[in-house]
Each structure stands twice: as C-alpha cells, then as structure tokens.
T-cell receptor, first 111, second 111 residues
Framework: DAKTTQPPSMDCAEGRAANLPCNHSTISGNEYVYWYRQIHSQGPQYIIHGLKNNETNEMASLIITEDRKSSTLILPHATLRDTAVYYCIVSLARGGNKLTFGTGTQLKVEL | EPEVTQTPSHQVTQMGQEVILRCVPISNHLYFYWYRQILGQKVEFLVSFYNNEISEKSEIFDDQFSVERPDGSNFTLKIRSTKLEDSAMYFC?????????FGPGTRLTVL
C-alpha cells in the first residue's frame, strides 16, 4: 500500500472550513484514497473516499489533485465535535483491502 | 443506519487465560476484519476474513490468535493464552463493497 504523509496537528476555528492535506505520491492507479477519523479511543469512523474525481457527501468534500499525488479533506463548517484524529489512507478497493493507519492529523476545533 | 457491534465493551483477564472477543458485522457485508490499537499507538491491522477463511493476516496475528464466523451473524477473535502486551483496544470492521465500517471496540486489559 502507498504511504501517506499528513501534518501531525492542525487548529481550526469553529464554523470555519477545515482543510486537511495529505500527500500520497506513490499511489498506484487502482488505489483509492480513504479518509477516516477517530474521536478519543472510539472506533475509526468512515468519512469519504475517492479514486480520481472530487467527491462530496454529507460530512465532507475530498479534493484529489489531477496527478493523484495529494488530496485535501474539507470539513466545510467545523464544529467542536469534529475534534479528532483524521487519517488519510490509500488502499485497494478489491481483495482484502486492509487499511494501514498512520499517525494522522490531530484536528482541534476551538471556539 | 446499520452498525457493527462488539461485545464486551471491556474485558479484564489474567495473563495466560483465553479470551473471545465478539463482533456482529453489518448484515449484508462479506469481508470482516480485526484491528487493534495499543494505548497511544496506531491502529494496526490484524486479520481479514472472507468466504469463511483468512484472506490476509499481519505478523501480529500469530498462532495465539484465531478467528471464526460460527454462524451467519457473529465474527469472533480468540486469543488462546493472553500476554500483558495483548492489552489494547480491539476493533472489528466489516465491508460490503468499498467502505469499511468499524465497531466501537473492546478494551482488553491483561493483568
């Protein structure tokens, strides 16, 4: 699986957009980009995934660069409840599809 | 929305004892996983399971570990002879097509 690089921490004011970057320069053509988050010691929560195109759902938007070597997760209006560790993971969508978690980005949303 | 459930939420055991952690995956999912997270460390993949057999396992998943899907709904992780270093949060996950959904975890404490 391709390795990802994320900043260890970020701060965001409540109500503002949180933009979390991820580098995955060794991604292969059939690997998806997944974003998960973990609040305290709860189970990781799926946020969004994408292959080539930008994606949006009720939680977030995912912007993937044209060369697919990096992506940005956007939380459009961050709230205090979005404070969590955010993981960018690259993985195949077929077969075992194990997820390899890194250390992620600790996002702190403040008043 | 369907959820992955896990029991118990917390298990305390003595070193050398056997433990069984239980999971009920989302009902129409076909791929099942166990991950663990030692306190303060990354989430680590243990094993994936598909079509009633292990599809991939990590180096952590040695002979002391086993998985089973004893009926149509449960998915279990057994640790035969627990060690102090097995103390961790254990997360079960299941996948239908592309997305893995995680349970809330079982906190295993080995004394």
């Amino acid at each position: 699986d391709a390795k990802t690089t994320q900043p260890p921490s970020m701060d965001c004011a409540e109500g503002r957009a949180a933009n979390l970057p991820c580098n995955h320069s060794t991604i292969s053509g059939n690997e998806y980009v997944y974003w998960y988050r973990q609040i305290h010691s709860q189970g990781p929560q799926y946020i969004i995934h994408g292959l080539k195109n930008n994606e949006t759902n009720e939680m977030a938007s995912l912007i993937i660069t044209e060369d697919r070597k990096s992506s940005t997760l956007i939380l459009p209006h961050a709230t205090l409840r979005d404070t969590a560790v955010y993981y960018c993971i690259v993985s195949l969508a077929r077969g075992g599809n194990k997820l390899t978690f890194g250390t992620g980005t600790q996002l702190k949303v403040e008043l | 929305e369907p959820e992955v459930t896990q029991t118990p939420s917390h298990q305390v055991t003595q070193m050398g004892q056997e433990v069984i952690l239980r999971c009920v995956p989302i009902s129409n999912h076909l791929y099942f996983y166990w991950y663990r997270q030692i306190l303060g460390q990354k989430v680590e993949f243990l094993v994936s399971f598909y079509n009633n057999e292990i599809s991939e396992k990590s180096e952590i998943f040695d002979d002391q570990f086993s998985v089973e899907r004893p009926d149509g709904s449960n998915f279990t992780l057994k640790i035969r002879s627990t060690k102090l270093e097995d103390s961790a949060m254990y997360f079960c996950a299941s996948r239908g097509t592309i997305k893995q959904f995680f349970g809330p975890g079982t906190r295993l404490t080995v004394l």
